[in-house]
């Protein structure tokens, strides 16, 4: 998967050392937070952007980013936060690969359907694989166990775009 | 008196110790195995055709609505009727049985029933429940016993090494005798009319093919579908899949018949039999694209009397009938009789004429009392996998296109097609043609990420892809067109897929990383799918449009959220040219509905 550039967000070296600078459950949570509310700000700006046909992508995108911010928002407030963590990485979502071979685009200014789709599906996988190497070079434990579900979330969150993908890209011709 | 008298009276008494020779209880006896006894009905099997009730002669079987009546559902291809017995007529002859599409029906050995009151005799077997529904003994069909030919007539088509090298038709078409032993089959139960998108009266005219009055059946087609020569030779055949004589035969050929209609009515004779139009009535209506949903809302609009321009941007009618499907499916000749008529009718062409270049869709809205939008899908979609920037990486619908339009392609030795869809096959064919006509061999690899059960192709055209030499591999899934150090394109490099969906039917497919393999192509073409342009309608009305999930937002008569504009066809309903007619009838009631309002108003 291609690097992209903007906006600065999970998947990004500058998160990465962001999260791995983070000692406590809380700072973590916290950071990744704010990546799912920078993300969302993002589908948000773009939203208006776009041509009205797409505009229902867009919404959905930022739709979702503000469900994956509000999870994260509950989950930090919660006294049962090691047993939520627990019930979702005993369920690893698997990563269909899908889109892993698929360009990562330049957005432009005028992007298409399936052109925002294949820039969503990058931004999951890139920060999919962020948080599966943060937990792999992590000793065991909460902070090990976090990131190991925010990865399994974002696996999800890709797994999702990628039926949206196939749906409206692949209809198999005539 | 004789000694023999005497004793006579005695000799009776020895019969005393003997079994009786009648039944001490004739109520409780068990019938013969094979007795033809009270009806069962298998009703998960039936599919309330009806053919029992017209096999009847004594008018004792009504087929009556049992929907949502004790939990029973149905399902496409099935009435939703049920054949209900009056055994006031019954005479047990065992037809309905016999001739039963689904085998459902049949005969328990049960034969006495007690009732008081008479109208108890009638009863729905299967669903009034009665207690000889489980006999196993009774009458069912013998093995073999049929009363109609479970198998199709054949049609005669070119054989693979006949049609390779050119692009002439395949199918031939049914001879009279031919069609009329394939019409024989039909049990005119009209199930398939329900399936059929635009309703057309299928039953009605297989009749005519087997009473040979042609001239009817063409008028039947005419008055629902105005691509009838065209769905006859390249039609879904949807009506197919739920036709009765599917259940335990081969469905009726519907499409074949329905070709062999418009062959054997002189096309001379086409226009007198379809009428002329009905007297003009003032008013202007404008068709952006002239394929099969834009013609048929023409052709009706015409016929009641309105004035309809179609504007088209390619130099000839008839859409992706004309630019999409191959000769060897669909001749050119064929598709130019449907338009011819069309235009007989009085609709005036505007071609080579395009919407936001040569003409707006403002300048539409005012000249006009309504516009139709009906544009298709005619750009193809890119996997945008590595390398498929390349320029020798196509469109498949590009391709088809310019072969179609006269182009002489040079093919190249190898090829690389993705895509399991009717376009995939259509391009991979036709450049077979091409490959065998300039090299004398053929060199192509067809992939597709779906299983082959789940081909959005007709099997039907798999199989001739099969005999044409096209190597079909599924499950495999395209990484990378590859490109060497000198941009010269090397083929695709795939992966294995072991599944593609969930057990939700969901998009999830599951890959073989180890499984890798790189296909041969000097071109690689893409048939993953399409999609419509509908940047022609410019920022303003594209703003001010509704919009479903990308495609345009029409009410269920094609009327947009602006009330000059409808839309029809592949761009809102999916590609398919029997929807887009049906489709097109749609548009045309509303708009003709909308246009007799308007005059209602202007006459208060």
Redesign the interface.
């Known amino acids: 998967m291609n690097e992209q550039s903007t906006p600065p967000a999970e998947g990004h070296r500058s998160g990465r050392d962001r999260l791995a600078a983070s000692t406590t459950v809380a700072e973590i949570l916290e950071t990744a937070i704010t990546f799912e509310q920078t993300a969302r700000d993002f589908y948000r700006q773009l939203t208006p952007k776009v ?7 867009v919404e959905e995108l930022a739709e979702e980013e503000q469900r994956h911010y509000e999870l994260f928002s509950d989950l930090l407030e919660r006294d049962d936060l090691d047993e939520q963590i627990e019930a979702v990485i005993d369920r690893p979502a ?1 990563d ?3 889109s892993d ?3 990562l ?1 330049d957005l432009g200014e005028k992007p298409d ?2 052109t925002v789709l ?1 820039y969503a599906m990058g931004r999951e996988h890139a920060a999919m694989e962020q948080y599966r190497e943060l937990a792999e070079s992590t000793a065991a434990g909460p902070i090990r166990d976090l990131f190991r579900y925010l990865a399994a979330e974002e696996t999800l969150h890709k ?1 999702e775009l ?2 949206l993908y ?9 | 008196m004789s000694v023999r008298d005497v004793l006579s009276p005695f000799a009776a008494w020895k019969h005393l110790f003997r079994d009786p020779v009648s039944i001490k209880d004739p109520f409780n006896r068990e019938a013969s195995e094979r007795y033809r006894g009270f009806h069962q009905n298998d009703i998960e099997k039936c599919i309330g055709c009806g053919t029992c009730e017209a096999i009847c002669q004594n008018g004792a079987i009504d087929m009556l609505p049992v929907s949502g009546v004790d939990g029973v559902q149905t399902r496409p291809g099935d009435s939703g009727l049920r054949p209900r017995i009056d055994y006031g007529r019954c005479c047990w002859c065992a037809l309905c049985v016999d001739v039963c599409m689904t085998g459902s029906l049949s005969m328990s050995n049960a034969y006495k029933w007690v009732e008081a009151d008479p109208d108890k005799f009638r009863y729905i077997p299967g669903v009034d429940k009665k207690h000889w529904d489980d006999y196993e003994h009774g009458y069912r069909r013998p093995e073999g016993h049929r009363l109609n030919a479970p198998e199709r007539i054949e049609m005669p088509e070119l054989e693979p090494g006949e049609r390779i090298d050119s692009f002439a038709e395949i199918v031939g078409g049914y001879s009279v005798e031919q069609a009329r032993l394939e019409a024989d089959r039909c049990v005119t139960c009209g199930i398939c009319v329900a399936t059929c998108p635009t309703h057309m009266p299928i039953p009605e005219y297989i009749s005519a093919v087997r009473d040979g009055d042609y001239e009817a059946g063409l008028k039947l087609l005419y008055d629902s579908n105005p691509f009838s020569q065209i769905c006859g030779k390249i039609c879904t055949r949807r009506c197919e899949t739920t036709c009765a004589a599917s259940h335990e035969g081969d469905p009726i050929a519907i499409r074949w018949l329905k070709r062999h209609i418009t062959e054997q009515v002189p096309f001379e004779r086409y226009r007198a039999i379809i009428g002329e139009p009905a007297a003009a009535t003032g008013h202007s209506v404008a068709i952006v694209g002239a394929g099969p949903a834009g013609m048929t809302t023409a052709f009706d609009l015409a016929r009641l009397g309105h004035k309809v321009h179609v504007y088209e941007a390619q130099s000839h009618a008839g859409g ?1 009938t004309r630019y ?1 499907i191959p000769e060897y499916r669909l001749p050119f000749d064929t598709i130019q009789r449907e338009i011819d008529l069309i235009v007989s009718m009085g609709v005036e062409m505007h071609y080579n004429t395009r919407i936001g270049a040569d003409i707006s869709m403002a300048q539409l809205q005012q000249d006009h009392d309504a516009v139709v939008l009906s544009i298709g ?1 005619w750009l193809g ?6 390398g498929s920037d390349h320029r020798n990486v196509y469109k ?2 590009d391709l088809l296109r310019r072969i179609r339009d006269g182009e002489q392609l040079q093919a190249p030795k190898s090829m690389v097609v993705i ?6 096959m259509d391009i991979a064919r036709s450049m077979a043609r091409l490959q065998q006509q300039q090299h004398g061999q053929i060199a192509i690899t067809l992939t597709a ?2 299983d082959k059960s789940h ?3 007709d099997p039907v055209e798999i199989k001739e892809s099969i005999e044409e030499q096209v190597t079909i591999l599924d499950s495999r ?4 067109c590859m490109v060497d150090d000198q941009d010269n394109l090397l083929g695709l490099r795939t992966w294995r897929v072991h599944s593609i969906f969930d057990e939700n039917g ?6 073989d ?1 180890g499984d890798e393999m790189v296909h041969e192509g000097e071109w690689v073409v893409e ?4 999609m419509s342009d ?1 940047a022609i309608l410019g ?1 303003e009305l ?2 001010k ?1 509704d ?4 495609r345009i937002q029409v009410d269920e008569d094609g009327r947009t959220s602006e009330s000059w504009l409808w839309s029809a066809g ?1 761009m809102v309903r ?3 040219v029997v929807h887009a007619v049906a489709d097109g009838h749609r548009t045309a009631r509303s708009i003709h509905a909308h246009l007799s309002a308007l005059d209602k108003q202007e006459n208060a």
């Open positions: 041509s009205k046909r797409i505009r229902w992508l698997a269909t690969r899908f071979c698929i360009h685009p359907d399936q294949q797994a990628e039926k196939y749906e409206t890209i692949h209809s198999g011709g005539v | 992706m999409g899908l979609r890119s996997t945008r996998v590595p498949a619908v895509g399991g869809g009717n376009v995939a990420l779906e081909f959005l192709a899934g395209p990484q990378e969901r998009f999830a497919p599951s890959y990383d048939a993953i799918g399409q509908v920022d594209t703003e449009l919009w479903n999930r990308g592949d999916g590609p398919d």
